[in-house]
């Protein structure tokens, strides 16, 4: 396999120094060695779309420039790409790493879709595609032969089957600022509100509330990075007797920073939403988001909730106690350690996704009775609507 080293060099060798991207541990070598190298300066982007349209900007500004995205973000990415890219004729060089493919583990049901369809839904648009290939001459060839057909103004997609290996990274400087750890800041959450519905974002987040407060009225994302806060605003937002908590890291509440107005919108008075901010995209080795320079409680704000805070030790968490329980919407900003990967497993390690949507769809429904938590799933009549049964 390639090193993370030789797909640098083998970028500098077509003068491309400028990076964008949303981080994929598949990549996290890559984004280790960028960090340290001068020749590269380095874009984190909200989503992939977002990323996808600086590069055409940088393109357009008469740099050489590349996208780093994960499958699971194609559907970011394909509006710029079919209403800007294509129609404009920029020839923008993504890589992509293939999350499912060829088959998806069995713990990652929600990479199994874009696993099977990612080959073909490129073929569809016609866009040329390639495996990045196992060596550094290999891939130097290839990126002349693609620079060939980008003349023709053709975006162009390499593929990255897995992993890259790499040199490992230099020891990270955690700020000594942030101590509370992830998983006592969910536990505490768990304690300031036992009987609320929580819908966790994906990553560590999930797999922390999972192991520390797994009950009915958990619903945790896999995937669906920076939805959490709109799906549990719709909840909210048709069950007002429930108090409902959305759990959001900084990099998941950055990708789709525009709910924050829906919810201010709705002025939702039982939705608390919590950003779990480590200033990294930990779940994938701890890239930096761009959460530094952006202040949530002053957005939250802005955008109409009705009271936002911002705590870093458990007592703060403690004395916030009386604001998270007022007419919401509320903003809870918890600055959080650096560098707490999670230990614990996936949800669907242990119940499949859609028994995991239906027990908390029955939680919810059942206004507060947690007693029946999988009902509807083998055909028990529960008010499950539209969800049908499995
Ligand atoms: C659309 C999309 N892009 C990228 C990913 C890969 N991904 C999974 S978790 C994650 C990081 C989440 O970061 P954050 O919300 O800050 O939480 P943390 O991992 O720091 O707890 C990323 C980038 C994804 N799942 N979906």
């Known amino acids: 396999m390639i090193t993370a080293e030789e797909l ?19 990549l996290s070598r890559v984004y280790d060695r960028v960090a340290d190298d001068t ?27 590349a996208l780093f995205v994960q499958n699971s973000g194609f559907g970011n990415l394909v ?20 999350r499912g493919w060829p088959t998806a583990d069995a713990g990652e049901p929600q990479h199994e879709v874009m696993g099977r369809t990612t080959i073909p839904l490129l073929e569809q648009l016609g866009l040329p595609h390639y495996l990045l290939p196992g060596t550094a001459t290999d891939l130097e060839q290839m990126l002349m ?3 060939e057909e980008r003349r023709i103004g053709l975006p162009s997609f390499i593929l990255v089957p897995s992993r890259i290996p790499g040199d490992k990274p230099h020891p990270r400087n955690a700020s000594e600022t942030r101590s509370l750890q992830r998983g006592d800041a969910i536990t505490g959450l768990g304690r300031l509100f036992p009987d609320a519905r929580f819908v966790s974002s994906t990553g560590y987040i999930s797999r922390d509330l999972f192991a520390q407060c797994d009950q009915p009225g958990n619903l945790y994302l896999q995937g669906a990075m920076g939805h959490a806060i709109s799906v549990a605003a719709g909840v909210a937002l048709r ?19 525009g709910a924050m107005s829906t919810v201010g919108h709705l002025k939702l008075p039982n939705l608390v939403h919590v950003v779990l901010d480590n200033g990294r995209y930990e779940s994938t080795g701890g890239q930096i988001t761009s959460a530094a320079s952006t202040q949530f409680s002053e957005v939250a704000k802005a955008c109409g909730y009705l009271h936002a805070v911002s705590v870093g030790t458990a007592k703060e968490l403690q004395a ?22 999670s230990t614990g497993a996936r949800a669907s390690t242990t119940l499949a996704t859609d028994v995991l949507a239906r027990r908390f769809a029955a939680s919810v429904q059942d206004g507060g009775s947690h007693d029946n938590p999988i009902a509807g799933v083998a055909g028990n009549p529960v008010r499950l609507g539209p969800l049908g049964g499995r």
């Open 145 to 147: 032969r693609i620079q």
């Open 8 to 26: 640098l060099d083998a970028l500098d060798g077509i003068g491309c120094h400028q990076l964008c991207g949303v981080p994929c541990s598949y």
């Open 320 to 341: 916030a106690e009386p604001i998270l329980r007022s007419r919401g919407p509320v903003l809870l900003h918890v600055r959080i350690a650096e560098n707490s990967p």
């Open 79 to 98: 509006n710029p790409l079919t209403s800007l890219a294509l129609p404009y004729r920029i020839p923008v060089l993504t890589f992509m790493t293939m």
């Open 239 to 257: 069950r007002p007797e429930l108090r409902v908590v959305a759990l959001d890291g900084d990099g998941s509440a950055l990708m789709h920073l």
């Open 39 to 65: 020749r590269f300066s380095y874009v984190p982007a909200v989503h992939e779309g977002a990323g996808f349209s600086t590069v055409v900007g940088m393109m357009l500004a008469g740099d050489e420039a």
